[in-house]
């Protein structure tokens, strides 16, 4: 039985249909990608070009009653190095070039190595650092007997200064070191040197091509306005200790990326007594972060702040600071006047020069 012959017309409607058949599937396709699982699609997207830096959050004030600073924070200057933008291949001669402009200026840079170059030329373990050398010796994987020598060589070694001065091979190595021990990464930036003068800011960044990697970054210091006033009932803040840090793990308040980008880490500052203590939930602030996108190749695309940081906030005490002043110079007058009365009582005669002593007692007969 013979089928029958479809027209032209027929032809062309199947044709049509047929297109739009398969213009139809891939459009269900496209919704379902693009609106049913888009959200899952553009996590497991970003997840694997998107790298998260934080951003701490500036520490609460503390006031007295009349809204006085009693303990504040003030702008820092920091010099970093950058994982994002840094050249591997000079990394060590970066290194030196931005230490020796720091120590021309006279600015401190973190120097954690406890090893010193001596005058004859030799390395030398320094003294009273006891467990940072055990510490050392275990990073290297070197017996506890190990040589400042020992040391040098291994650290030498494994980051490339071979080549450099004795002096420099140190100065590197000390910064590398301290890199790895800080988990230095493209999400970790290292601190090479805290609280920097303005000037030197100025002069490093007319070195910014140069030392690619190298920047400047603004952070905050905790001050106190007057040292004097109730130091004991301010306290102060310092690195977090072992003991604290284990109760924050017993209370769930550490660091977590996914859950808990506020939490302490080992490396946190706390307050250790007085009021930064007893009111740090609320003078500590909540963590930000930054997001870096980066395209198919790893290069830095774009970058974003995701969540902006919130400062901690204020405590207001109902010390008076005048008062407080009143009470400081009354207590130093009160002192130094028994002070000079009990001096009086043992003195022949008291002169604006000072104190006579009794004039001695002539031998009786």
């Known amino acids: 039985m013979n089928m029958p012959k479809l027209g032209k017309v027929g032809r062309t409607a199947v044709c049509i249909l047929l297109v739009v058949a398969v213009f139809a599937v891939y459009e269900l396709r496209l919704v379902q990608w693009q609106i049913v699982e888009g959200e899952e699609y553009e996590q497991i997207s970003l997840s694997n070009r998107t ?14 009653r009349n809204g006085e600073v009693l303990a504040g924070n003030r702008t820092t200057y920091n010099i970093v190095y950058d994982a994002l933008d840094m050249d591997y291949s000079a990394r060590n001669a970066t290194i030196l070039q931005v230490l020796d402009l720091l120590t021309e200026r006279g600015e401190d840079w973190r120097d954690p190595l406890p090893i010193v170059l001596g005058e004859d030329g030799t390395y030398a373990y320094m003294e009273d650092r006891e467990s940072d050398i055990a510490a050392l010796r275990e990073n290297l994987s070197l017996a506890e007997y190990a040589t400042a020598e020992d040391c040098m060589a291994e650290l030498t070694s494994r980051y490339d200064c071979d080549g450099y001065s004795r002096e420099d091979a140190r100065n590197v190595v000390s910064v590398r070191y301290s890199m790895t021990q800080d988990g230095f990464s493209r999400t970790n930036p290292y601190v090479i040197a805290q609280d920097v003068s303005a000037e030197t800011v100025g002069v490093v960044s007319e070195h910014a091509q140069e030392w690619p990697g190298i920047e400047t970054r603004v952070g905050v210091a905790r001050y106190y306005s007057d040292g004097t006033l109730a130091p004991h009932v301010l306290g ?29 880490k080992l490396n946190d500052t706390t307050g250790r007594s ?48 005048d008062l407080q002043r009143v009470a ?22 008291w002169t604006p020069s000072g104190c006579w002593p009794a004039p001695p007692i002539p031998p009786t007969m």
């Open 51 to 64: 790298d998260t830096i934080e951003i701490e959050a500036a520490r609460g004030e503390i006031l007295d």
């Open 236 to 264: 102060y803040t310092a690195v977090i200790t072992d003991t604290q840090y284990e109760q924050a793990v017993e209370e769930g308040t550490v660091y977590n990326a996914e859950t808990n980008i506020s939490g302490y």
């Open 274 to 321: 007085g009021v930064e203590s007893a009111f740090e939930s609320e003078l500590r602030g909540q963590r930000g972060e930054e997001t870096i996108y980066t395209d198919a190749t790893g290069e830095v695309a774009s970058t974003a702040v995701t969540t902006t940081p919130e400062e901690g906030h204020t405590v207001q005490l109902t010390l008076d600071s």
């Open 328 to 349: 400081n110079l009354s207590l130093e007058k009160n002192i130094l006047g028994n002070t000079d009365a009990k001096a009086r009582r043992w003195c022949w005669m």
